[in-house]
């Protein structure tokens, strides 16, 4: 799983900043229609297999299985109704979100590809009933989810990359911090660089 897990919440944030070499990119979108959902989702498929960059649905796993993404993101609610057996039987892996031990081990027993944890620090992103779960947290998470990688969300910049990184987070997904950047690319390009220089540095 790549250290850069990027999250936008429309394809022409997608098509800015893949390009620039990200490899991991969530498509996290809300409030659209139904038909606007299908078309953003299919011009992501594309601009993602175009730049060899993993695509992953948030939410809408019934339009990513119909439209042949094999990747999908859900949250604890989405958990009540995805036909988990439909997705495996396509093929399709799924990251789930978590934020206390409960739903940790909802979400470890259905298999993910991935357990997300947040927010790790305070974050503009939205209004949630968790606060900063904290580097503690983000070790007692890797100890309980074993192989299975972890994903840290909440506040997170480049600096705070080795601490994240050294507690045991196997990916930093990022939001506000390049949105609300002055410069999104640039910050992307900053991403991208800090997250490759944490490979290398062991944890």
Not at 46 to 52: I, L
Not at 97 to 125: F, I
Request: hydrophobic content about 45%.
């Amino acid at each position: 799983m790549d250290r850069f897990y990027l999250i936008v919440s429309d394809v022409l944030w997608l098509r800015a900043l893949v390009p620039l070499g990200v490899r991991l990119v969530q498509l996290r979108i809300k409030d659209r229609d139904a038909a606007e959902t299908r078309a953003q989702i299919r011009a992501a498929r594309e601009v993602c297999a175009a730049h060899n960059c993993e695509l992953v649905v948030n939410d809408y796993w019934q339009i990513a299985l119909e439209e042949g993404c094999d990747f999908v993101h859900l949250g604890q609610e989405d958990m009540d109704s995805a036909d988990f057996t439909a997705l495996r039987r396509a093929g399709v892996r799924f990251g789930l979100s978590t934020h206390d031990e409960t739903e940790l081990d909802r979400a470890l027993d259905k298999g993910p590809a991935y357990v997300a944890l947040g927010p790790v620090y305070p974050t503009l992103l939205k209004k949630m009933k968790w606060g900063p779960q904290g580097l503690d947290r983000v070790r007692d998470w890797k100890a309980r989810a074993g192989k299975v990688p972890l994903v840290a969300i909440g506040g997170l910049t480049p600096e705070r990359l080795p601490g994240v990184f050294a507690a045991g987070a196997d990916s930093a997904a990022v939001v506000t911090d390049i949105q609300r950047a002055a410069d999104p690319l640039a910050r992307t390009a900053e991403w991208i660089a800090a997250c490759d220089a944490a490979d290398l540095t062991p944890a």
